[in-house]
């Protein structure tokens, strides 16, 4: 994560699996000092956990590579140049999808106008047809 954090936005927020390695006091102490937003995520709730499938977008933009990576250098590499490659309306739409999912199940979706997800939904248009709680 170092290396990323000049690149991360003020308004960005970080979100992980909620993985029990990723609540590591050690973790959540230097998420704190870099004054790094976390997003409250249940345990062991991957279908509500859009990155999972951004994960599966990586993998099979990997998998795709005519060559593969044959150094731990070289995969990082290559990581790094298919996370940029992904099309950012391809992640929109899978949050989009998902938060659609929740409330079509009769869930509501809590609606901060502060959040840039809930900024890229307004921008899709997502908010027509859902309950907003503010």
């Known amino acids: 994560m170092r290396p990323f954090i000049a690149a991360m936005d003020a308004d960005e927020i970080f979100m992980d699996d909620n993985a029990r390695p990723h609540r590591a006091r050690l973790v959540r102490s230097y998420l704190e000092s870099e004054t790094i937003p976390q997003m409250a ?27 593969p990576p044959g150094t731990l250098h070289e995969l990082q590499q290559a990581l790094l140049q298919e ?17 659609e999912g929740i409330v079509a199940k009769g869930l509501s979706v809590v609606y901060d106008v502060d959040s840039p997800t809930s900024r890229i939904m307004e921008n899709e248009g997502l908010f027509t047809n859902m309950q907003e709680n503010t």
Do not use: K, Y
């Open 41 to 67: 995520w249940p345990a062991r709730s991957p279908d509500l956990n859009p990155i999972e499938h951004v994960w599966g977008m990586l993998g099979r933009r990997m998998a795709g590579r005519s060559v």
């Open 83 to 99: 996370w940029a490659l992904l099309p950012q309306h391809a992640i929109n739409d899978t949050i989009a999808f998902q938060l």
